[in-house]
Nanobody, 128 residues
Framework: QVQLVESGGGLVQSGGSLRLSCAPS????????MGWFRQAPGKEREFVSA????????YYADSVKGRFSISRGNAKNTVFLQMNTLKPEDTAVYYC?????????????????????WGQGIQVTVSS
């Protein structure tokens, strides 16, 4: 069983930055697809960003493109989401997700149902 632990969330002013981290407990993730999703109150969970097992392919939602950057640590076992120029509409619970299938194509990265393992979520609040 893979357990994912997110960290780095919190409260930040509009225009500020945060860096989220996702690390596994109990298993390495260096061969897993990884993604970040978020859910704001009263809204559906939505795709934010994803990265291939080797870090060579990344995907971003249009709403965060140019502001957020996803990366993997040197051992490919930790995933980071650098969030810059944050906006109040970025306020949400952010979830890290992982899946061992190394399928290619945006569908497998951007759809929540294609991830087998999830973190508990971490709150990001951007004040105006």
């Amino acid at each position: 069983q893979v357990q994912l632990v997110e960290s780095g969330g919190g409260l930040v002013q509009s225009g500020g930055s945060l860096r989220l981290s996702c690390a596994p407990s109990g298993r390495t993730l260096n061969m897993y697809r990884m993604g970040w999703f978020r859910q704001a109150p009263g809204k559906e969970r939505e795709f934010v960003s994803a990265i291939s097992w080797n870090g060579g392919t990344t995907y971003y939602a249009d709403s965060v493109k140019g502001r957020f950057s996803i990366s993997r640590g040197n051992a490919k076992n930790t995933v980071f989401l650098q969030m810059n120029t944050l906006k109040p509409e970025d306020t949400a619970v952010y979830y890290c997700a992982a899946d061992p299938n190394t399928y290619t194509g945006s569908y497998y990265y951007q759809v929540a149902e294609n991830y087998a393992y999830w973190g508990q979520g971490i709150q990001v609040t951007v004040s105006s």
